[in-house]
Structure formats: C-alpha cells, structure tokens
C-alpha cells in the first residue's frame, strides 16, 4: 500500500521531526556521492531528461509529451523512455497512448533499445538521478504550489538533491496555475543567474464535456492533487468535495465503493484525472468523468529553439 508524503515535509519551515531525520539525511546524502560515476553519453541519439528535484508530482509527464508533440513537427522521430515501476504503469500506459515508449529496469537498456530502432531523440521521464547517462538536455520540473517544500533532502524534506544544485543545470520548468511565480524565479536566479526558467499551465482539453451546473466530487492519486482541482475551478466547475490519495495509488474495491457512495449522498458527478482513470480497468468506470488535460507552455518559442538546436548538433 501506498503512503501519502508526510505533510511536514511541505510546511515552509522545517518541522521537528525533520530535524530528527537530519542525520538521515546526511548520511544519504553522502552516499549517493560515494556512488556517483561518470555519466555516459551515447553518440548515436540525442537524449532530453525532464525529472526533478522534489519527489513527484511536478508534471514531468506532461512536459514530456509536450515536447514529443513539438519534435514531431519539426519531422524528427522520437520516443519516449520510462524506466519501470510496477507502481507506475498509469503513467506507462498515457505515454504509450501518446507515442512509442520503451521501458526496462535499467534506462540504458530501454535507450539501447530505441537506438537500434533508429529514432533520432529520446526524451526520458524521470531520470535526473541516474549515474549511468549523460543527457544532452535536462529540464529540472516543480510544481508551482508544492515548490521545495520545507527545502530539505529526504528523509527530512521531500527533495532528492539539495535546491543548490541548480547550479548544475541550465534549465527549469514551473508547472501549475501561475502560483508565486516571482519569489519562486527570484529564488532560482540567486542560485543560478544564468538558468533558462520556462514555465507552464494545465489547460483541460475536454472541459466542455462538463455541466457547469451540476456539483461535482473530485477524486486523484497524483502528486499535484491540489494543483488539480484549481485547474477545475478555475474553469468554473463546482466543486463540493475532492479526495486526495498518494501518488501512482491503486485502488481498492472499498475505496472504489467510498468514491461513489460519497459522490451520491452530493448528488454530485465524479471527476478524475486520465491517469486515475486508467488506473480503474478494474472497475465499472460507467459513473467516473476524467478530464484530459494538455500543458500550454508560456514563451514556447524558447523551448522550440533550444529543441531545435539540439536536434541540429548532431
């Protein structure tokens, strides 16, 4: 079973118990770079990672469809790598629908893989991490509202490397509803003055499909629950409840059971995001609404230029 983070872990000052956890932290940190090797890269393919820093929920997948979606007019032939979590196969199944994706336990396995099928560009969801590949573009992604949280590694804090490390990177990408967008870019240009901040919103693509009289129950297992449901109410949906459950969760019969029976003592229509939605093959999902979203990239002009070059520096 899935766990929900711990809530401290985005409060905007560190809580006791992630004082506690610092020596935790310490040690993990230290380890990872006792484990650190060179990064190789692969002369045959260009590859694009977007991952972040803070552990989940900052809209990687769909930047990384995005970006497919811009190559693919530009005529470049690209795919999609993911390595694989038997907890992820949400995620597995909507890059699938949206291109080719290759998956394996290691990332360099699936990339050998897509070398040998002659795509030109490998865009990589999740992955920044990863000692054994040198990208030759990383995009660092967060989530307008869960920012750093609390600014901490884990276990005290809900990031992977320390916020200083931007310092190695050349570029963000701010996902969400346009949330404290100037303290959070003021913050990343005191690390790095130089770094390229590309930012973005969730748009819904199906939201006319929705009564805007009607009430509505929201349900999600995403890390950007909250981002989410301001999506939707931004766009004038009423919205008497919304339930949040961990990240990439699987649901049982009894929390399927929950949903409903809640969604009927509202007298409301059920709304979800499309990777719950392909989460519930196993249940009648005749009474669940999903909402398709696509992500609309500001100054897209930008990106579509850092994109091309790459491509061209082959």
């Known amino acids: 079973m899935k766990l929900k983070k711990p809530k401290f872990w985005d409060y905007k000052e560190p809580h006791l118990y992630s004082y506690l956890l610092l020596p935790f932290s310490i040690i993990l940190n230290l380890l990872s770079k006792i484990k650190s090797k060179p990064k190789l890269a692969s002369p045959e393919i260009k590859t694009i990672c977007i991952g972040n820093i803070y552990i989940g929920g900052t809209g990687k997948t769909s930047l990384v469809i995005k970006i497919k979606e811009i190559l693919e007019k530009k005529n470049i032939k690209v795919c999609f790598i993911k390595k694989f979590y038997s907890d992820q196969i949400d995620e597995q199944k909507l890059l699938s629908k949206n291109g080719q994706l290759f998956t394996s336990i290691k990332r360099v396995d699936a990339l050998d893989e897509a070398i040998s099928e002659g795509y030109k560009i490998a865009i990589f969801d999740d992955g920044l991490q990863d000692t054994s590949i040198k990208y030759n573009l990383e995009i660092v992604c967060f989530n307008n509202l869960n920012w750093i949280g609390n600014g901490l590694t884990l276990p005290s804090g809900p990031l992977r490397e320390g916020i200083n490390n931007l310092r190695f990177y050349d570029n963000v990408f ?21 770094i390229n901040i590309n930012q973005g919103k969730y748009i819904p693509l199906n939201i006319e499909d929705f009564n805007k009289e009607y009430d509505y129950l929201v349900f999600s297992g995403i890390g950007n629950h909250k981002t989410f449901v301001n999506m939707l109410k931004n766009n004038n949906l009423k919205i008497v409840d919304d339930l949040e459950y961990p990240d990439h969760y699987q649901y049982s019969q009894k929390d399927f059971y929950e949903i409903v029976n809640k969604a009927k003592k509202y007298d ?12 519930l093959d196993s249940f009648d999902k005749t009474e669940i609404l999903f909402i398709k979203s696509t992500l609309e990239i500001f100054d897209e002009k930008n990106l579509i230029q850092a994109l091309i070059n790459l491509n061209e520096n082959n």
């Open 174 to 194: 701010l996902n969400g509803n346009e949330e404290h967008l100037i303290d959070i870019k003021n913050q990343i240009k005191k690390i790095n003055p130089e």
């Open 268 to 279: 409301a229509k059920i709304i979800t995001t499309e990777k719950d939605y392909l989460r």
